[in-house]
Structures are given as structure tokens and as C-alpha cells.
């Protein structure tokens, strides 16, 4: 079964640059299966903020960016903005599950 | 434009069953699978299960095996997961998702609380 494991938290100041990382640990990265990026504003849903590695979806601004690399996702975030302060999960397939699997999510706190 | 509403937050004791909607519109609803994840009070997301809106096929999660089904309503593109037996671990919000191919969601429901208390 595949884990997925992220840091409990982040941080940055204003304008600076944060990534988050996403490591796999099992062999479910090498058969191939992107990894997705959320973003949970506190009290509301997840939001979706990159699919397929670094794919962001429209309106998505282009401050977030993702990128994988053999086990290891990271997602990146530039110019740092308070309203950037939120909770982060990154996401793959499990085959042996066949289905969703989440890392343990980040939380970004912007100093 | 794409919206995914659920139903209101909900209170039951332990042993109970509870049974959440999740109307979609402003798609095909038969196009796309809806996925169900719930997140524990301070806690993160957990993958409860996938339901075909196209033919009912289901997957669960193994941890809620024998406890939950997921079922559609194509007539009005509503989608339904329940879940019986409840106990206090259970107390979450549950959120459906669609599910777009490649494996993710990209469109969520604003969530149902459901706690389960004596």
C-alpha cells in the first residue's frame, strides 16, 4: 500500500518562496501515477490547485506550480500572499487500493 | 458552471445509519465518477470509496467494507453514499467529489458534518 508522506508544516513570509514536498513510499510513483495538489482554506473544501504533476486548472494563479520527480512530488508556491495560509494535500492512485490515496496534508502558515 | 451540493449536517448515536446526497449539475452527470472523502475533526482526507455514474460500479475502501454503499440517481444526477454502524469515530465531514479521469477531483461538494454522539 502506498503512503504518501508531506511535512506537518511550512512557513514563509510574505513574497517569499515555499515548496512542499510529497514522497512516495512504495514503488506506486514508478508505475507512473501523477500526483495532484489541493489547497483547504480553514472551514471549506478542498480546493483543487494542480492536477497530473504540474497542470494547474484555470484560474489557478501561475504563483503555484507543481513537479515530480521518480518518488518525490513537490508543489511550489512564489510571492507568498496571507490569503496563501491554508492547508495543503497532495494525492495519487493506489493500485493496490484502486483508489485515491492523500498525503497527510501541510499546513502554511505566512509569517 | 459546475456545482456539487450536499445535504445538511446531520446528528446520529452509534449504531445508527446516515445516508449523504451530493447533487451535481451544470455537466453530463453520466460522464464522470463521483468520489467520497471524509476528513476527522482536525484531521486529513480519507478515500472512502468511487461510484460509476455510468454503470454503478463501486470501489470501497477496505476499512469501510460491509459498512457503506454508494449509490446514483441518474433521473436527478444526484449521488448518495451511506454508511451504517456508526460510531463516534466516524464524527467528519464528508465531502463527494468528481472524479475526472486521470484520477482526481476537480469539483467538491461543500461537505456534510456528520457527527455521531449519545
Known amino acids: 500500500q502506498s503512503v504518501l508522506t508531506q511535512p506537518p508544516s511550512v512557513s514563509g513570509a510574505p513574497g517569499q518562496r515555499v515548496t512542499i514536498s510529497c514522497t512516495e513510499s512504495?514503488?506506486?510513483?514508478?508505475?507512473?501515477?501523477?500526483v495532484h495538489w489541493y489547497q483547504q482554506l480553514p472551514g471549506t473544501a478542498p480546493k483543487l490547485l494542480i492536477s497530473g504533476n504540474s497542470n494547474r486548472p484555470s484560474g489557478v494563479p501561475d504563483r503555484f506550480s507543481g513537479s515530480k520527480s521518480g518518488t518525490s512530488a513537490s508543489l511550489a508556491i512564489t510571492g507568498l500572499q496571507a490569503e496563501d495560509e491554508a492547508d495543503y494535500y497532495c494525492q495519487s492512485y493506489d493500485s493496490s487500493l484502486s483508489g485515491w490515496v492523500f498525503g497527510g496534508g501541510t499546513k502554511l502558515t505566512v509569517l | 458552471q459546475v456545482q456539487l451540493v450536499q445535504s445538511g449536517a446531520e446528528v446520529k448515536k452509534p449504531g445508527a445509519s446516515v445516508k449523504v446526497s451530493c447533487k451535481s449539475s451544470?455537466?453530463?452527470?453520466?460522464?464522470?465518477?463521483i468520489s467520497w472523502v471524509r476528513q476527522a475533526p482536525g484531521q486529513g482526507l480519507e478515500w472512502m470509496g468511487w461510484?460509476?455514474?455510468?454503470?454503478?460500479?463501486?470501489n470501497y475502501a477496505q476499512n469501510l467494507q460491509g459498512r457503506v454503499t454508494m449509490t446514483t440517481d441518474t433521473s436527478t444526477t444526484t449521488a448518495y453514499m451511506e454508511l451504517r454502524s456508526l460510531r463516534s469515530d466516524d464524527t467528519a465531514v464528508y465531502y463527494c467529489?468528481?472524479?475526472?479521469?486521470?484520477?482526481?477531483?476537480?469539483?467538491w461538494g461543500q461537505g456534510t458534518l456528520v457527527t455521531v454522539s449519545s
Open positions: 467529489a468528481r472524479d475526472q479521469v486521470g484520477g482526481y477531483g476537480d469539483y
Open positions: 451544470g455537466y453530463t452527470f453520466t460522464s464522470y465518477g
Open positions: 512504495s514503488s506506486n510513483f514508478g508505475a507512473g501515477y501523477d
Open positions: 461510484i460509476s455514474t455510468y454503470n454503478d460500479n463501486t
